[in-house]
């Protein structure tokens, strides 16, 4: 290459080009990562607002029930890979619990447990919700992202990506308040998962921000806790996507998905709730 064209070349690209920017302090960078979820967290999705002002027809709920399970019984698997890391003892004391929340032990039924109850209550079959037939293609794949990003990232971006749990307890208010006010299948027993993880959510994101404001100690470390939770947030909304597409609009089941009884849009809602909003 000749002088001119070599001083007009345009420079090689690099991966050390980005630069982060100043570190930032705690305040700035927890404000950063509750930003992340005002702007793109899964209770601004459409499903679930169909979905907590009772617009949802059986079949939809049915299919939300069912699918969320994948999600449900997949996380104490990532977390198990996080603690088989984990060389802190009082990150693996804390991490074990999230465990145990989820499986049970005794005295506590556990997470699964209660999701089960729920999904017998709208009328699936416990061995087929554990059987994980029937999940949509798309919310596997999204949620063994999840997994897979757990068990291969940074420690610090593996419990960053927890962190969506900061904004679920508001998420898990409104469901509640919902699914009690439009639908019949909701009472204190049917939907005890969400009033539970009222009290278990908490503990555990004031555990997973102090961790990450602690241990991110450069600004590329506070970009990757950023990007993780972004990731994750992906994870929630990705399932959701694939959910409205399949039972929402245009409705395209895809091959081998659950097909609910006579899928015709039948409705069990409180007298008075919102009509079916089934296109
Ligand atoms: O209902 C929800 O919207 C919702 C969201 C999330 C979340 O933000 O990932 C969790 C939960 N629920 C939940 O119940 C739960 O146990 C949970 C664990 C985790 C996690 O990433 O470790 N997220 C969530």
Same mark, same amino acid.
């Given at each position: 290459?000749?002088?001119?064209?070599?001083?007009?070349?345009?420079?090689?690209?690099?991966?050390?080009?980005?630069?982060? *920017?100043?570190?930032?302090?705690?305040?700035?960078? $927890?404000?950063?990562?509750?930003?992340?979820?005002?702007?793109?967290?899964?209770? #601004?999705?459409?499903?679930?607002?169909? #979905?907590?002002?009772?617009?949802? /027809?059986?079949?939809?709920?049915?299919?939300?029930?069912?699918?969320?399970?994948?999600?449900? /019984?997949?996380?104490?698997?990532?977390?198990?890979?996080?603690? /088989?890391?984990?060389?802190?003892?009082?990150?693996?004391?804390?991490?074990?619990?999230?465990? =145990?929340?989820? +499986?049970?032990?005794?005295?506590?039924?556990?997470?699964? =447990?209660?999701?089960?109850?729920?999904?017998?209550?709208?009328?699936?079959?416990?061995?087929?919700?554990?059987?994980? $037939? @029937?999940?949509?293609? %798309?919310?596997?794949?999204?949620?063994? %992202?999840?997994?897979?990003?757990?068990? =291969?990232? /940074? #420690?610090?971006?593996?419990?960053?990506?927890?962190?969506?749990?900061?904004?679920?307890?508001?998420?898990?208010?409104?469901?509640? %308040? @919902?699914?009690?006010?439009?639908? +019949?299948?909701?009472?204190?027993?049917?939907?005890?998962?969400?009033?539970?993880?009222?009290?278990?959510?908490?503990?555990?994101?004031?555990?997973?921000?102090?961790?990450?404001?602690?241990?991110?100690?450069?600004? =590329?470390?506070?970009?990757?806790?950023?990007?993780?939770?972004?990731?994750?947030? +992906?994870? #929630?909304?990705?399932?959701? +996507?694939?959910?409205?597409?399949?039972?929402?609009?245009?409705?395209?089941?895809?091959?081998?998905?659950?097909?609910?009884? *006579?899928?015709?849009? $039948?409705?069990?809602?409180?007298?008075? %709730?919102?009509?079916?909003?089934?296109?």
């Amino acid at each position: 290459m000749n002088a001119i064209a070599e001083a007009t070349r345009p420079p090689k690209p690099s991966s050390r080009s980005f630069d982060p *920017g100043e570190f930032l302090d705690a305040e700035t960078f $927890e404000s950063r990562l509750r930003r992340i979820g005002a702007e793109r967290y899964h209770n #601004l999705h459409p499903f679930h607002k169909l #979905l907590h002002s009772g617009g949802c /027809s059986h079949a939809q709920v049915q299919a939300w029930v069912l699918n969320r399970f994948y999600y449900q /019984s997949r996380i104490p698997l990532k977390d198990a890979s996080l603690l /088989s890391r984990a060389e802190d003892l009082d990150l693996r004391r804390e991490w074990r619990q999230r465990i =145990e929340d989820h +499986d049970g032990h005794a005295g506590n039924e556990g997470g699964i =447990e209660r999701w089960f109850v729920l999904a017998e209550a709208v009328g699936l079959d416990r061995d087929y919700v554990a059987s994980t $037939e @029937g999940i949509l293609p %798309a919310t596997k794949f999204a949620v063994e %992202a999840y997994v897979r990003f757990v068990r =291969e990232k /940074s #420690l610090l971006e593996a419990v960053a990506s927890s962190l969506t749990e900061l904004f679920a307890p508001k998420i898990h208010e409104e469901r509640i %308040a @919902g699914l009690l006010e439009h639908y +019949d299948f909701a009472n204190d027993r049917t939907i005890a998962y969400f009033t539970n993880r009222l009290n278990e959510a908490p503990k555990d994101v004031k555990f997973g921000l102090a961790y990450v404001i602690r241990e991110a100690r450069t600004r =590329e470390q506070q970009e990757q806790v950023m990007a993780a939770l972004r990731f994750k947030t +992906d994870v #929630l909304w990705a399932q959701l +996507d694939a959910l409205y597409h399949a039972y929402v609009a245009p409705g395209h089941i895809p091959p081998g998905a659950f097909v609910p009884d *006579g899928h015709s849009g $039948e409705v069990h809602h409180r007298v008075g %709730a919102v009509a079916d909003a089934k296109p």
